[in-house]
Antibody, heavy 118, light 107 residues
């Protein structure tokens, strides 16, 4: 059973870069056919798809965040990462990583809360 | 972007009730639709993918149907552990988008 765990700073200053890592255990991130995804949820709100990276390295981002987001994979560490640049208070949210194969999300991290504040 | 609209936004139901939640896409998405359950303070949990395929380990009281633009999630007999917020998501075209959620509360 694959398990995912998010990690990273819980507090980021405005205009700085939010950096999160999702560590994958119980399986290889290089396994074919999977998308490695980031999804966020603003406090008290619904889910927002940020983007994902295919095991081959292809990335797909939400247009609303595309200019500020990078998702990457580190196969040596069995991790994938999210970077959001130039953050504002509107980026304060719970961030989830997940694995999906064509819309079938079979594994989720527990989520990590990131607050943007000075 | 494809807009996903769920109805109702919230509902009150009793244990044992049959509950149906609707999700409508702003354009056709074939069967590229997933359903999730989220309880307070927890990560979402996958229930259904490909509109009607049950995620492994999910009880058969959950079922999904639909194709094109109109989809439903049905809980055949509501149990206390089913009180939660439910979301649909389309993955037919980028960006993948979620519905706004349906909160199922105890009557």
């Amino acid at each position: 059973q694959v398990q995912l765990q998010e990690s990273g700073p819980g507090l980021v200053k405005p205009s700085q870069t939010l950096s999160l890592t999702c560590t994958v255990s119980g399986g290889s991130i290089s396994s074919g056919g999977y998308y490695w995804s980031w999804i966020r949820q603003h406090p008290g709100k619904g889910l927002e798809w940020i983007g994902h990276i295919f095991y081959s390295g292809s990335t797909y981002y939400s247009p609303s965040l595309k200019s500020r987001v990078i998702i990457s994979v580190d196969t040596s560490e069995n991790q994938f990462s999210l970077k959001v640049t130039s953050v504002t208070a509107a980026d304060t949210a719970m961030y989830y990583c997940a694995r999906d194969v064509g819309g079938n999300y079979d594994s989720w991290g527990q989520g990590t809360l990131v607050t943007v504040s000075s | 972007d494809i807009q996903m609209t769920q109805s109702p936004s919230s509902l009150s139901a009793s244990v044992g009730d049959r509950v149906t939640i609707t999700c409508r896409a702003s354009q056709g998405i074939s069967n590229y639709l997933a359903w999730f359950q989220q309880k307070p303070g927890k990560a979402p949990k996958s229930l259904i993918y490909a509109a009607s395929s049950l995620q492994s380990g999910v009880p058969s009281k959950f079922s999904g149907s639909g194709s094109g633009t109109d989809f439903t999630l049905t809980i055949s007999s509501l149990q206390p552990e089913d009180f939660a917020t439910y979301y649909c998501q389309q993955y037919n075209s980028y960006p993948w988008t979620f519905g706004q959620g349906t909160k199922v509360e105890i009557k």
